[in-house]
């Protein structure tokens, strides 16, 4: 029996986990899985964690809580990105070593690249430029979660493991109209102006940015994949001081046709205009995914899929069930 904790098991990718690792209890596979609310284990508390680590002494943890937002909400609240972020890592990562745990997966993120790195994005591209200010404290605390995974490994010989997915969207996702990402922000703006009316929908930026995105479903199977690697292959396809692998779909599509196709899937035919007093932020973001393909994993969602069913997903929601934050 292998006993895994999932922290973040409410949020979008440790819910889309939760759900893959249910579906292999269902199937027979042996496996006993642990998880706590935000409210029942404040992953900031470091005195929480490590009772909670010592008490249930887990076989494998995967790290998917985090505190994650779109452009804005980064921009905005940067102390909180940096500090929650670091604290979360450094109880997670610590406790769970202090606490037998041998394998660890956890997840961070395409910004801890260079703002200028060269397309697309290679896993030894990190720590080679400046990175992009819209989110650098956030990219600074993935970029320490990355570190200290190498850091226990190099120091204590454990098999702890870093996944740096592309941009995210699918069912779970946060739709709130300032802090989400873009993907969710445009589904409940395009819908709104649809239902009301509207004759205009205003997209942040100039609309050129690029970026690579990836249904959290993909994301999911991609994270059990890598935790599922035995040791020597993982070791095998990565290096003590470059650990982490990059996951993602190989395309990325600009913000402009991005929303050209969440108006025409949401059935909004009204004018597109941009708001060029936002922030771009990167210009591209596109994950070299050569590492993960190699060795066996690729995404199966299209885009065009992956957005019709979010938004039916979106739909089936009431007003008072979509998240707000
Ligand atoms: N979404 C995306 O586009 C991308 C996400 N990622 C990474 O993937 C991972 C998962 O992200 P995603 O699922 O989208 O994020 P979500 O915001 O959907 O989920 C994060 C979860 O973490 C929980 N959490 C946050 N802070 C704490 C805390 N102090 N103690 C306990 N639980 C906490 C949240 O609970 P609550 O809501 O109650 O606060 C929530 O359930 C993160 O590491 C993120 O950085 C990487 C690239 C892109
Ligand atoms: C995953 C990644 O997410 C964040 O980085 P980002 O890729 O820039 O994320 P974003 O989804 O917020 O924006 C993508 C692009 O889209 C444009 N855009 C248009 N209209 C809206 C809009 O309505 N909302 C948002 N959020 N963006 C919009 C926006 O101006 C930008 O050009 C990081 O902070 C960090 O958290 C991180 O790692």
Known sequence: MRKIYIAGHRGM???????????RQADGEALELVTRTHSELDLTDQTAVRAFMQAERPDVVILAAAKVGGIHANNTYPADFIYENLMIECNVIHQAFAAGVRRLLQLGSSCIYPREAAQPMREDAL???VLEPTNEPYAVAKIAGIKLCESYNRQHGVDYRSVMPTNLYGPGDNFHP??????PALIRRFHEAKRDGLEEVVIWGTGKPRR???HVDDMAEASLFVMDLP???Y???TQPMLSHINVGCGQDVSIAELAALIAKIT???GRITQDTTKPDGTKRKLMDVSRLAEMGWKARIGLEDGIRETYAWFLDQSAGDLRAK
């Open 127 to 129: 720590l080679t430029g």
């Open 235 to 237: 070791q095998a396809n």
């Open 231 to 233: 040791q020597d292959v």
């Open 267 to 269: 059935g909004y035919s």
């Open 13 to 23: 990718v440790g819910g889309a986990i939760l759900r893959q690792l249910k579906a």
């Open 212 to 214: 690579e995105f990836l």
């Open 178 to 183: 300032e802090n989400s990402h873009v993907l």
